[in-house]
């Protein structure tokens, strides 16, 4: 019987040791050979998504998935589950009511998906190309091959297939109109520039499944008529220039791409750039530049990259999601690509979904899901019982939605229409101990760095809007600061120069929107109600609730947490210097905020005398 063990070596389970494992199993299957009934093969795979459980192992065709597995666990499971057929309880995810999810669609994480772009991701050794031959690999750029431009531009328009980069561009439009434009060379570009905090499924997936976005790339070269394509990938990204390098020399050797494709006579040479580490260069002109040698700074985009892009030629440019996308079209047929999703909104959309959840991770699910499907379902809820407060879709161009809006649909016109964006597919999930200031402080402080600084509205707008938030959350904030950050953003989204100074100020508009409240109390009445600005913040225990356990005075780094075993505890709010370990560690939930104009004024001599005085506004 021949067996097959994956092991996942994506970045988080790299980080956990997957490495080692393989290697260890590896080490066991081959000693154990001469002994054995069993064949058995041991594949190193991309991501296989539910990152915060591995490294996670799975064993084929039984499908049995093991997670959180450390490297001296391989004898074991080739000993017990590879040739005697046995369960290793300890390594199975358990569900609440105490039951082993034992295969993949026992875990709800995994059987809530709808994996069309990572069909291939965490199944097949990405350095093998005959492991992604034998799941019909390069059966579309063989299709294709036998279509001419019009017929396969046409398959990508009844897709209705959107660009999977953020902007939501009709894929066909695009490379219809780079078709229409006279000029040679011609280029294709694959943006795999991701930058956004919290995202990495571009990197697993040029990780993963690098020959899909090949086989995408070469079907749009053929289709507008380019001969080179070049991949920008991020030099952060060890792994997936690693896989993809090797990609292209297999792709190479076996002809499906270079001077003449699998004998043809058409031209497909493809290349990596690497990028430097520049967020902007995520944006499409930007990159363009960092390509041709030159700094990364945007243009105006009255005329389009379609018409003249790289060099000043036509260049189609899509995102690595994107591109995997097109063998699946070209090979299965448009309308049925189109059967998937919402109507203008069809197909999968990839999020790489983290945050205060039980369960983060890589997901994929079809256009049109709610949030609340995509936290609840896929996600497990809130990490330990707490309140889902918002989420935070688009990255630094996103916005935020309260935990009221977890029902809408996740598309490109809905959270649009809502003040946020689909992005590249970041999805952070904030619980009730999330300062919604402080959030919107953390992306512009972000963006501040990663401007170019060309244009005057991003550049000194985010730096005022900085400026502001950082007032608001040092107890310095001002009646007046609300509505001017509202006029600065409009005044970006007015006049800025390219997307990134347009959609910067998302974040802060969305917060405002949505949580103007706690903005309010932070300006108003010197208090951070999440607890998480320590110059607004003091801690007291309630003495109902505490028992007494000492774990808060052990992790107090001031020492000002008092009181024996077993009775309740007291905080000097003198000394307290409002950093919240007492409340991250205690089991009861006794530590309660108190606003810091309560209390500020016995302060001008104390430790924290930095606090202005302030009259609470019965004094007022």
């Known amino acids: 019987m ?57 064993i084929m065709p039984d499908d049995i998935m093991y997670y959180r597995v450390k490297p001296k666990d391989a004898e074991e499971i080739v000993e017990r589950t590879v040739l005697k057929d046995e369960l290793i309880e300890r390594l199975l995810l358990k569900h609440d009511d105490g039951l082993a999810a034992v295969h993949q669609n026992d875990n709800p994480f995994y059987a809530k998906q709808t994996k069309v772009v990572l069909r291939n991701t965490g199944v097949i050794n990405p350095k093998k190309i005959d492991a992604y031959i034998s799941r019909g690999g390069y059966e579309a750029l063989k299709k294709a091959l036998s279509m001419t431009p019009d017929e396969i531009i046409s398959e990508v328009e009844r897709s209705g297939l959107r660009g999977r980069g953020g902007a939501g561009f009709p894929t066909g439009r695009k490379w219809r109109s780079a078709a229409s434009f006279n000029g040679e060379p011609k280029y294709v570009v694959c943006n795999g520039d991701e930058g956004d905090p919290g995202a990495f499924m571009d990197g697993a997936l040029l990780n993963g499944d690098p020959h899909s976005i090949i086989e995408g790339m070469v079907i749009c070269a053929l289709a507008v008529g380019a001969e080179r394509g070049y991949l920008y990938i991020r030099d952060e990204y060890t792994l997936a220039l690693n896989s993809m390098t090797h990609a292209l020399k297999a792709a190479e050797e076996r002809g499906f791409i270079g001077e003449n494709i699998l004998g043809t006579g058409k031209k497909c040479v493809l290349s990596i750039v690497r990028g430097g580490g520049a967020f902007v260069c995520g944006e499409s002109t930007a990159l363009m530049k960092s390509i041709e040698g030159k700094v990364g700074e945007p243009r105006a985009k009255y005329i389009h990259s379609v018409e003249q892009g790289l060099w000043g030629k036509p260049t189609v440019l899509n995102n690595v999601e994107t591109f995997a996308n097109i063998p699946v079209i070209i090979r299965d047929g448009g309308d049925a690509f189109a059967k998937t999703g919402t ?74 229409k809502y003040g946020s964006m689909m992005g590249s597919g970041g999805l952070i999930v904030m619980d009730d101990r999330t300062c919604m200031v402080e959030f919107a402080r953390y992306y512009v402080q972000f963006l501040c760095g990663e401007s170019c600084g060309k244009c005057t509205p991003c550049r000194e707008g985010l730096r005022h809007m900085r400026d502001i938030l950082t007032n608001i959350c040092s107890g310095r904030g001002r009646e007046g600061d609300i509505e001017l950050l509202e006029e600065i953003g409009e005044m970006m989204q007015d006049c800025s120069l390219c997307a990134l100074g347009k959609t910067a100020p998302n974040p802060v508009l969305s917060a405002i929107r949505y949580f103007r409240d706690e903005f309010e109390e932070h300006i108003k009445h010197y208090h951070c109600p999440a607890g998480m600005c320590p110059e607004l913040t003091a801690f007291k225990i ?79």
């Not at 058995?40 to 998504?49: F, R």
């Not at 979904?353 to 709610?370: D, F, S």
């Not at 407060?389 to 996103?398: I, R």
């Open 2 to 58: 021949k067996k097959e063990i994956l092991v996942c070596c994506g970045p988080g389970c790299a980080a956990g040791g997957s490495f080692k494992i393989a290697e260890n199993l590896k080490a066991v299957v081959k000693a154990c050979a001469a002994d054995a009934d069993v064949v058995c093969q041991v594949e190193s795979t991309g991501c296989s998504g539910m990152c915060e459980m591995g490294p996670i192992v799975r």
């Open 343 to 416: 109507a203008g909104n069809t197909g999968t959309k990839v999020f790489s979904l983290v945050g205060k959840l039980r369960h983060t991770g890589l997901v994929e699910v079809p256009l049109g899901t709610t949030l609340r499907e995509l936290i609840f379902d896929i996600g497990g809820g809130m990490q330990q019982g707490r309140q889902l407060k918002a989420v935070q879709t688009g990255g630094p161009s996103g916005g935020c939605l309260p935990a009221s809006l977890t029902s809408l649909p996740v598309d490109f016109d809905t959270l649009q």
């Open 542 to 620: 309630n003495r109902e609730k505490c028992v007494g356990c000492r774990r808060c005075a052990e992790v107090c780094p001031t020492g000002v947490i008092s009181g024996t075993g077993n009775e309740p505890h007291f905080i000097d709010i003198r000394a307290c210097v409002g950093c919240g370990r007492c409340r991250d560690v205690c089991p009861k939930e006794a530590l309660e905020t108190i606003p810091v104009s309560l209390w500020s004024r016995r302060m001008m001599k104390g430790s924290r005398g930095y606090l202005r005085a302030v009259k609470t506004p019965e004094e007022e």
